[in-house]
T-cell receptor, first 112, second 116 residues
Framework: GENVEQHPSTLSVQEGDSAVIKCTYS??????FPWYKQELGKRPQLIID???NVGEKKDQRIAVTLNKTAKHFSLHITETQPEDSAVYFCAGSGQSNYQLIWGAGTKLIIKP | DSGVTQTPKHLITATGQRVTLRCSPRSGDLSVYWYQQSLDQGLQFLIQ???????AKGNILERFSAQQFPDLHSELNLSSLELGDSALYFCASSVGVQLDSYNEQFFGPGTRLTVL
């Protein structure tokens, strides 16, 4: 069935360094890939998304890349800051009924 | 503030009981989604409604049911509650569902359910 795998489950980086979170999807028909950030005790919020007709999208320190051939997409955060500490979820559009298939989440820890 | 409201914020109940969680979507949003998030776990998609009709079902237990009313608010009913049902339940809304097009989901603050 449809599946989105997310790695790593936990990522610890030094403040100021870059962080990369990777997701792979199984459904070749998927065409929408959002990333959500969930801070501790708060609701998930969309931080960036990409559609299948685009290979890369940037928004300040955040970028997402998509490789349709390999069926994987990645979140890149540069110059990490303490406020980047959170759980990040990737998702891919599902084949049926327009639902999103969610990854398991990555806990990003920024070390001072 | 996402514009999505959920009530109650917290709910404590006993095993075997039934509860109803309520969600009001953002003004103008037609789609409502329900998610379950257990402690330190990911988002488990339960069910989606679009303009009053069920559109997609995830891993929703038979003890759980939901509906979306004509005013577009939604309710999630959980019955015969078990200890394992303790979790944070999120509602999210989006503008709508169009073929080949997806929209941002705006999440509510969640309802924390504790089953004792």
């Amino acid at each position: 069935g449809e599946n989105v795998e997310q790695h790593p489950s936990t990522l610890s980086v030094q403040e100021g360094d870059s962080a990369v979170i990777k997701c792979t999807y199984s459904d070749s028909a998927s065409n929408y890939f959002p990333w959500y950030k969930q801070e501790l005790g708060k609701r998930p919020q969309l931080i960036i998304d990409i559609r299948s007709n685009v290979g890369e999208k940037k928004d300040q320190r955040i970028a997402v890349t998509l490789n349709k051939t390999a069926k994987h997409f990645s979140l890149h955060i540069t110059e990490t800051q303490p406020e980047d500490s959170a759980v990040y979820f990737c998702a891919g559009s599902g084949q049926s009924n327009y639902q999103l298939i969610w990854g398991a989440g990555t806990k990003l820890i920024i070390k001072p | 503030d996402s514009g999505v409201t959920q009530t109650p914020k917290h709910l404590i109940t006993a095993t075997g009981q039934r509860v109803t969680l309520r969600c009001s979507p953002r003004s103008g949003d037609l789609s409502v989604y329900w998610y379950q998030q257990s402690l330190d776990q990911g988002l488990q998609f339960l069910i989606q409604y679009y303009n009053g009709e069920e559109r997609a079902k995830g891993n929703i237990l038979e003890r759980f049911s939901a509906q979306q009313f004509p005013d577009l608010h939604s309710e999630l009913n959980l019955s015969s509650l078990e200890l394992g049902d303790s979790a944070l339940y999120f509602c999210a809304s989006s503008v709508g569902v169009q073929l080949d097009s997806y929209n941002e989901q705006f999440f509510g603050p969640g309802t924390r359910l504790t089953v004792l």
